[in-house]
């Protein structure tokens, strides 16, 4: 095989396979000869075929299919059809993963543990499955055949029932004289039954005539009682209506007074209020005016006494004076401080409750917190529960256990949500397979949790991935960039991802951000026909999509193989729930943390208001007991002055006649004022008397409009009532109207029929016979026979013609019984040759599971695995690799060691078919470099057996070339491609 690669300044690149055409087994080795080369041109924009002819003139064409050269470099055929047929001669099966296991199948074959997966792979690699396929397209036919079979039985049986109209002819022949005589014998006795039921018709329409007038009679009287009552509910509901509309006007007017006797309470309610205010300015006044006359009076008779009182009362007097003076500015001073003090206690009062308002807000907004964190806590042990009921106690105990360098990572469905429900369905299916796996830092880790793995019951373990835990999520953006532009949606878009390694692992596995979802493959029919993906690759920054899924979860392959795949919808497993936008339990528990420390320190600020409020509280107690003090020292000083006054003269500064004046004046006010209160007063009593009436009057006019108001709605129930009944006999008046019109119609009808059937009468005057028959009967028979003649009038040659198709058609499904009677004894047959076709399938099966498991069993010891074997059921569908090591558990193998069973099952299956050649593509990634160099060795050495087969190997791990060169295999490595930015 030659190839030519693409450059970056080449504009086309050739393909050219040549295939060796020689020996017993040779494929039309006159036409093709020794060799079958075949050339493919492939061009930057479009792709050619290089056709070489018989001198060695180059052509070239533009043909959408593959060429095929012979041995004289002529052209053989331009069909896809015939390269299938050099495959099939030549045993090659590109399709077979025993011939060609590429990458794609070589992973999912390594990873995977599904016994029905190994049985597929099985069946399709030993090719069982075309024996099965093929014994099972023979029971098809068979059962097409019985349905062909059965449709000729049918079809016998159509065929005689197409006889028996011929057969019913022939003895309808025989009858027609018997039938000709009967019908003159039915038309006498026909005509004397119309005779006899005209009498009786007559006289049952002289009796239904009766009838009629009876209740023609009846109904009259029941139309004019009828009329008779609603000219008497319309009276009624003339008087109801009167009667309401006088309601109305009473409940109008009513509310009208009502609203008068309002406005009126309120204007008297305002004048009591000023009046009020006026007495109280007033006794205000008239308590100052008696007051300055006390004041006056004291004044007079200290003047009076005045030449009484000596120096040193004076004097002492003034020095009382001053202290009196003194204190009471003090006694400001501690009212002052009293007031401020008061005025900080509220404040602190204000704050604390503000606090408590606070405090009370936070344990609310603590205790929904709480409530979110149980239903994230039950939502979290849902989503667990999903990958098993055993998973939340193993995750407990992986948690627990300190052997780890770190904890692993998993399932890895719990750090993945979905936040478009609409598209749940088909993450869920490109995510399955990965859902349940775990991330290991090393060997050592994955040991440690193999072994915690193995100690639960489960029909498939979950699979563990060995790679460090990544810091840094992918680079992703180039892709995704160039999938926003052709206006799509990749799974990476519709994710959230919790972890940054499981987002790196999908990234790596699942390629999340080159998977697009699309609605409907309507849409993949666009995308294939459009060059809108077909953007340029760069290594590790921007890669082509490579697959899509639908809503309803068909998957589209966009390989060269453009495949689509479709399946049976099936519930949702891992995204039933939505909670992409609260808090994790970790952050929401952080909070609730902040929450109580917010609470606590609220408390402690409480705690200082209150011992503040307490502090001032004393202060308060302490000035208002130096306030007290105060009080009364100045209350003893006064008394002390008032003595000194009452035996000492006090000198003022104003006559005794300014002070009698000023006494006759305070005695003028004092008057005056006391009228104008008592006007005041008389007012005001006046206005609450009226106030009263007239809230008297209110009340009284709110009963009556209560009254009113009951009236009335009695009234319009009566009239309800009224015009409800009104309706009812206008209804029966109706009924009775329509029915007195159909009666007098059917009394006319009736005396038209009458007197016809009077004439008819009259004309006929036979005698009557006695008939014990009916006329229907008698019509019946007369039609029956009637019919049966003319539909059976033919002549002698008609009749000679029945006799001879009836004759014929007989012979005819006589014949095809015989012929499906035949193909029955044929298909019972092929049967008995399927059944030895089935049992010979069941031996080879069982011949073909012998060989594999010995050679499996052979393979497995050279790498110290004592008991090994493979379980097949074919009933089921399964096949399990049963691996023992030392008597270990299966369950605490590793991946490298189960890489290691899987490999020498592969090799076992070599056996089954012959294969010119063998392509094995990175079978060897999941082994460490103990068992891939040994795998290796094993492998070179089995394909010694196979000396007639080319086997290639394609790895991207490092290579001996020495080691290998020295034992014939060459190794070719590939140079390191050219990434453009």
């Known amino acids: 095989m030659t190839l030519t690669v693409i450059d970056s300044d080449a504009k086309s690149a050739q393909l050219t396979i040549t295939l060796a055409n020689e020996g017993l087994e040779a494929f039309k080795p006159e036409l093709y000869g020794k060799e079958i080369q075949i050339i493919r041109r492939i061009g930057s924009r479009q792709s050619g075929y290089k056709i070489l002819g018989k001198t060695g003139t180059t052509f070239c064409f533009r043909i959408n299919s593959i060429t095929y050269l012979g041995a004289n470099r002529r052209i053989i055929s331009t069909r896809k059809e015939t390269i299938d047929e050099i495959i099939q001669a030549l045993s090659i099966s590109p399709e077979n993963p025993l011939c060609v296991l590429h990458q794609e199948i070589a992973k999912t074959f390594l990873i995977s543990s599904d016994s029905r997966k190994k049985y597929q792979f099985y069946m399709k690699a030993s090719q069982l499955d075309q024996i099965k396929q093929a014994y099972e397209q023979s029971v098809c036919t068979v059962q097409l055949l019985?349905?062909?079979?059965?449709?000729?039985?049918?079809k016998h049986v159509d065929m005689l029932r197409q006889l028996e109209p011929l057969e019913q002819e022939v003895k309808n022949i025989e009858l027609r004289r018997d039938y000709e005589v009967k019908r003159h014998v039915l038309e006498a006795e026909l005509i004397s039954a119309r005779a006899d039921q005209a009498r009786q018709k007559l006289l049952e329409v002289?009796?239904?005539?009766?009838?009629?007038?009876?209740?023609?009679?009846?109904?009259?009287?029941?139309?004019?009682?009828?009329?008779?009552?609603?000219?008497?509910?319309?009276?009624?509901?003339?008087?109801?209506s009167i009667e309401k509309n006088d309601l109305e006007k009473d409940a109008n007017g009513l509310n009208e007074l009502v609203t008068y006797f309002s406005k009126k309470k309120q204007d008297i309610q305002y004048r009591i209020h000023t009046l009020t205010q006026d007495c109280e300015i007033y006794r205000k006044i008239l308590t100052d005016v008696e007051l300055e006359q006390i004041y006056l009076q004291k004044q007079i008779d200290k003047y009076e006494n005045l030449n009484q009182q000596s120096d040193d009362n004076d004097q002492r007097r003034l020095k009382i004076d001053q202290e009196i003076s003194n204190r009471q500015e003090k006694q400001i001073e501690w009212d002052k401080i009293i007031t401020s003090l008061t005025e900080d206690i509220r404040i602190n009062d204000e704050n604390a409750h503000d606090k408590q308002i606070t405090i009370d807000f936070l344990k609310n907004e603590l205790k929904?917190?709480?409530?979110?964190?149980?239903?994230?806590?039950?939502?979290?042990?849902?989503?667990?529960?999903?990958?098993?009921?055993?998973?939340?106690?193993?995750?407990?105990?992986?948690?627990?256990?300190?052997?780890?360098?770190?904890?692993?990572?998993?399932?890895?469905?719990?750090?993945?949500?979905?936040?478009?429900?609409?598209?749940?369905?088909?993450?869920?299916?490109?995510?399955?397979?990965?859902?349940?796996?775990?991330?290991?830092?090393?060997?050592h880790d994955e040991k440690i949790l193999l072994e915690i793995l193995s100690s639960y019951s489960f029909d498939r373990r979950p699979p563990v991935y060995v790679r460090a835990h990544s810091d840094k999520v992918h680079d992703v953006s180039g892709t995704l960039e160039h999938i926003k532009q052709a206006n799509l949606l990749s799974i990476y878009d519709v994710l959230k991802i919790d972890?940054?390694?499981?987002?790196?692992?999908?990234?790596?596995?699942?390629?999340?951000?080159?998977?697009?979802?699309?609605?409907n493959l309507e849409q993949v029919k666009q995308l294939r026909q459009s060059e809108i993906l077909h953007w340029e690759k760069i290594d590790r920054k921007v890669k082509q999509v490579v697959?899509?899924?639908?809503?309803?979860?068909?998957?589209?392959?966009?390989?060269?193989?453009?495949?689509?795949?479709?399946?049976?919808?099936?519930?949702i497993k891992y995204f039933l729930t939505h909670n992409t936008e609260s808090l994790s339990i970790e952050e929401l528990e952080i909070d609730i943390k902040c929450s109580y420390s917010q609470i606590q320190q609220m408390n402690t600020s409480m705690d200082e208001l209150r011992t503040i409020r307490k502090t001032k509280l004393d202060e308060i107690n302490q000035a208002k007991k130096a306030s007290t003090n105060n009080k009364k020292k100045i209350k003893e000083l006064m008394k002390e002055l008032d003595r000194l006054n009452s035996t000492?003269?006090?000198?003022?500064?104003?006559?005794l006649a300014d002070l009698q004046e000023k006494a006759k004046t305070y005695l003028a006010t004092h008057t005056e004022a006391i009228r104008k209160y008592d006007e005041a007063k008389e007012k005001k009593d006046e206005n609450v008397r009226q106030l009263a009436d007239i809230t008297e009057n209110y009340e009284h006019t709110i009963k009556k409009i209560d009254f009113k108001t009951h009236q009335y709605d009695l009234l319009i129930e009566k009239i309800n009532n009224e015009q409800s009944n009104r309706y009812e006999i206008q209804q029966e008046f109706k009924k009775l109207k329509s029915k007195s019109i159909q009666i007098h119609g059917n009394l006319s009808k009736y005396?038209?029929?009458?007197?016809?059937?009077?004439?008819?009468?009259?004309?006929?005057?036979?005698?009557?016979?006695?008939?014990?028959?009916?006329?229907?009967?008698?019509?019946?028979?007369?039609?029956?026979?009637?019919?049966?003649?003319?539909?059976?009038?033919?002549?002698?040659?008609?009749?000679?013609?029945?006799?001879?198709?009836?004759r014929t058609q007989r012979d005819s499904a006589k014949e095809y019984k015989q012929t499906y009677e035949r193909c029955c004894q044929q298909i019972e047959c092929l049967k008995q040759f399927i059944n030895k076709r089935q049992e010979g399938f069941l031996t080879i099966a069982e011949q073909h599971q012998y060989y594999l498991r010995v050679k499996f069993q052979n393979l497995m010891k050279k790498y110290q695995f004592d008991e090994s074997d493979i379980q097949i059921d074919h009933k089921k569908e399964q096949l399990e690799l049963i691996i023992k090591k030392h008597q270990r558990d299966p369950a605490s193998l590793s991946g490298g060691e189960r890489s290691i069973s899987t490999f020498c099952f592969l090799l076992a299956l070599w056996q089954s078919i012959y294969q010119p050649f063998r392509l094995?593509?990175?079978?060897?990634?999941?082994m460490d470099n103990e068992k891939r160099n040994s795998s290796l060795e094993v492998l070179y050495e089995n394909t010694l057996y196979y000396s007639s087969s080319q086997h290639i190997i394609f790895t991207p791990q490092a290579v001996d070339s020495q080691f290998w060169n020295e034992l014939d295999v060459p190794v070719f490595n590939m140079p390191t491609p050219k990434r453009s930015l």
Request: net charge neutral; with cysteine.
């Open 648 to 655: 000492m003269p006090i000198v003022l500064d104003c006559s």
């Open 146 to 154: 019985t349905q062909r079979v059965n449709t000729m039985k049918e």
């Open 920 to 926: 094995l593509d990175e079978i060897d990634i999941y």
């Open 547 to 571: 697959e899509a899924w639908t809503s309803d979860g068909s998957n589209i392959k966009f390989d060269k193989a453009f495949r689509i795949y479709t399946n049976d919808k099936q519930p």
């Open 206 to 240: 002289q009796y239904e005539l009766d009838q009629i007038k009876k209740t023609k009679d009846d109904i009259d009287p029941q139309i004019i009682e009828t009329n008779r009552k609603i000219l008497e509910i319309d009276q009624r509901l003339e008087n109801y």
């Open 499 to 519: 972890n940054i390694t499981v987002e790196c692992a999908l990234i790596d596995f699942k390629q999340i951000e080159a998977t697009i979802l699309i609605e």
């Open 368 to 443: 929904q917190k709480q409530q979110n964190l149980d239903e994230l806590i039950k939502i979290d042990r849902d989503k667990t529960n999903v990958y098993g009921t055993w998973m939340s106690d193993c995750l407990k105990r992986i948690q627990k256990d300190q052997r780890f360098h770190k904890k692993p990572i998993g399932p890895m469905g719990r750090y993945i949500h979905c936040i478009d429900s609409h598209w749940s369905y088909a993450v869920e299916k490109h995510l399955a397979p990965i859902m349940s796996s775990f991330i290991c830092t090393d060997n």
């Open 751 to 806: 005396q038209k029929k009458l007197n016809q059937l009077t004439k008819k009468q009259s004309k006929k005057s036979k005698k009557p016979t006695i008939i014990t028959r009916s006329i229907r009967e008698i019509q019946q028979e007369l039609d029956a026979i009637t019919s049966y003649l003319k539909a059976h009038e033919d002549t002698n040659e008609k009749r000679r013609e029945v006799i001879n198709k009836y």
